[in-house]
């Protein structure tokens, strides 16, 4: 138990559903962050707030769009995926953005399949 | 671009030494992290360097050579709980972690 929790945990979609994943950090931390990670691949970042203000969007495909109403939620909203889409996406925190020793406390994740 | 390399897979037998390594190309380096992410869980962290030389936090340590651009997780008396992706991350000069693929360690008995 790290203090991140996500929900689902589990998503199975079409490429026509609208869905969200949630997730909640009971850590008073500032920075939240969204990652994708796909089989033998490296982490991707994709999204990062600070202090419920975006501070860094990766290249990321207007299909998958955050939402930080406060500092101790997120949200990824998707829409229209694909089939690559499919992944485990990630939700960490931090106390704040980058620096120091500062570690990343990451939720237990969502398993997406796109249909 | 930036880069780190892990191995892909590695298998060790309960009770053994086994050392992860972990190369990296970055531009610039403000410091090195090791997660440890059993089969469908959360990373967790394991340890931090910023200057060289050997971290040591019970049975695991951790080794950092900046100049060589090269870290090494070092997991002693294995156990079987230890089968885990083991996966290393470097902060570059903008801040960002750029991370490895990830090392999947099998412990044997």
């Known amino acids: 138990e790290t203090g991140v929790t996500q929900t689902p945990r589990h998503l199975v979609m079409g490429m026509t559903n609208k869905k969200s994943l949630k997730c909640e950090q009971h850590?008073?931390?500032?920075?939240m962050y969204w990652y994708k990670q796909s089989a033998k691949k490296p982490l991707e970042l994709m999204f990062v707030?600070?202090?419920?203000?975006?501070?860094e969007n990766n290249s990321v495909p207007s299909r998958f769009s955050p939402e930080c109403p406060n500092s101790s939620h997120l949200f990824l909203h998707l829409h229209t995926l694909q089939p690559e889409d499919s992944a485990l996406y990630l939700c960490?925190?931090?106390?704040?953005?980058?620096?120091?020793?500062?570690?990343?406390?990451f939720g237990p994740g969502t398993r997406l399949t796109v249909l | 671009g930036q880069n780190i390399d892990q191995p892909t897979e590695m298998t060790a037998t309960e009770g053994a030494i086994v050392q992860i390594n972990c190369t990296y190309q970055?531009?610039?380096?403000?410091?090195l992290f090791w997660y440890q992410q059993h089969a469908g869980e959360a990373p967790t962290f394991l340890s931090y360097?910023?200057l060289d030389g050997l971290e040591e936090k019970g049975r695991f340590s951790s080794f950092l050579s900046r100049s060589k651009g090269y870290s090494y997780l070092l997991l002693k008396e294995l156990q079987m709980k230890d089968s885990a992706s083991y996966l290393c991350?470097?902060?570059?000069?903008?801040?960002?972690?750029?991370w490895g693929a990830g090392t999947k360690l099998i412990i044997k008995p």
């Open positions: 960490a925190s931090t106390p704040q953005v980058g620096r120091g020793p500062d570690t990343q406390y």
């Open positions: 850590l008073g931390h500032n920075a």
């Open positions: 707030y600070s202090l419920e203000e975006r501070v």
């Open positions: 970055t531009s610039g380096f403000n410091g």
């Open positions: 360097n910023v």
């Open positions: 991350a470097v902060r570059d000069s903008n801040y960002q972690l750029i």
